[in-house]
């Protein structure tokens, strides 16, 4: 079967629930603003909107948690002799000390701080691992691929296809498939079947490789939290990020902090009235009062007065 853009695209749009899962996850994340709505989720203005480091605080301290724990290397075999074991330990630690070292190359953090991130904030860890020969030497090449720019196809033997999107200078883009592009950035899909590896650049196919593997050279690992029912929506309750238990009251939290701020602020300037014999086509004083000690003039029966509100400080 020959794969299209828009086979791509319409294969992409299944994953759409979890996608949005997976960015309203990192705007908490990356502490986007708050913003404090009404009910109908419309933007309150002349209020104090208040963000609280929490989400990330909360995500920072176990990823660090994970990022330094030491990676332990253990064969064990019933067959082999301590010889043997030995040596295979000590070339899969060498493995992913080049493997790390070549996605320094490439500019990429190391595997395990990438791991670390992925599967508290995205719910998964996926790889594409094409380790070949390159005239007699061995090339190591696994890259971490971000789960949320990752789609798939599953058969009965595992993995039927697979799409990396990835967002590419000219300069790697070039360097990697000899493509020449004329923006500076574009949107490289790096699509795999059992037969060939498909390389699209923003929406064209520009390049084709036969796959020496004969098989989709990607593994996915999927965290084992959240939902695992067969509703047509649980694909988002899917590989849970940490987030699963607190996103929103981390919202709530938010919400609390920017109308208690906007109330001690009205502590300081609360709304008031002016009353004057022109009503409501009296002008107002021209100095401010709401400051410590200020002092007006004012006409005689007139004058300010503060608008009643409620008080939820003591409540909240």
């Known amino acids: 079967m020959e794969i299209t853009y828009k086979y791509l695209t319409e294969m992409e749009a299944r994953f759409g629930e979890l996608n949005t899962r997976m960015d309203e996850d990192k705007d908490r994340y990356f502490l986007k603003a708050y913003q404090l709505t009404d009910a109908n989720k419309k933007p309150l203005k002349r209020v104090i909107n208040v963000t609280l480091n929490d989400p990330a605080t909360f995500a920072h301290y176990v990823i660090g948690a994970l990022m330094s724990a030491q990676e332990q290397i253990s064969v064990t075999s019933t067959e082999l002799k301590d010889e ?22 490439l500019g990429m953090a190391n595997a395990h701080w990438h791991d670390s991130e992925q599967v508290c904030m995205r719910g998964g860890l996926i790889r594409r691992i094409t380790t070949r020969w390159d005239k007699n030497i061995f090339v190591p090449d696994v890259r971490p691929i971000d789960r949320r720019w990752f789609s798939y196809e599953m058969g009965m033997n595992g993995l039927k296809m697979a799409c990396a999107q990835f967002t590419r200078t000219k300069q790697l883009i070039f360097d990697e498939y000899g493509v020449e592009i004329k923006s500076e950035t574009a949107v490289v899909r790096d699509v795999w079947d059992a037969e060939k590896e498909y390389v699209y650049i923003d929406e064209a196919l520009q390049k084709t490789n036969p ?16 939902s695992m029912f067969a509703d047509t929506d649980a694909y988002s309750k899917n590989g849970e990020s940490i987030y699963a238990l607190v996103r929103d009251i981390f919202d709530e939290e938010n919400r609390t902090a920017s109308i208690l701020q906007t109330q001690n602020m009205l502590t300081i300037r609360p709304p008031r009235q ?21 002092e007006v003039a004012v006409e005689k029966g007139g004058g300010y007065e503060l608008i009643p509100q409620g008080d939820a400080k003591v409540a909240t």
């Not at 796959?211 to 959240?226: H, L």
């Not at 009296?282 to 410590?292: F, K, M, N, T, V």
């Open 84 to 105: 043997a074991t030995n040596y295979i330990e000590t070339f899969l630690t060498d493995l992913h000390k080049e493997i790390n070292a070549r996605l320094n190359l």
């Open 211 to 226: 796959n020496p593997y004969k098989y989709v050279p990607f593994v996915i690992t999927i965290a084992p939290t959240g």
């Open 274 to 294: 002016y009353k004057s014999d022109r009503g409501e086509r009296g002008a107002l004083p021209d100095e401010d009062i709401s400051g410590i000690g200020a």
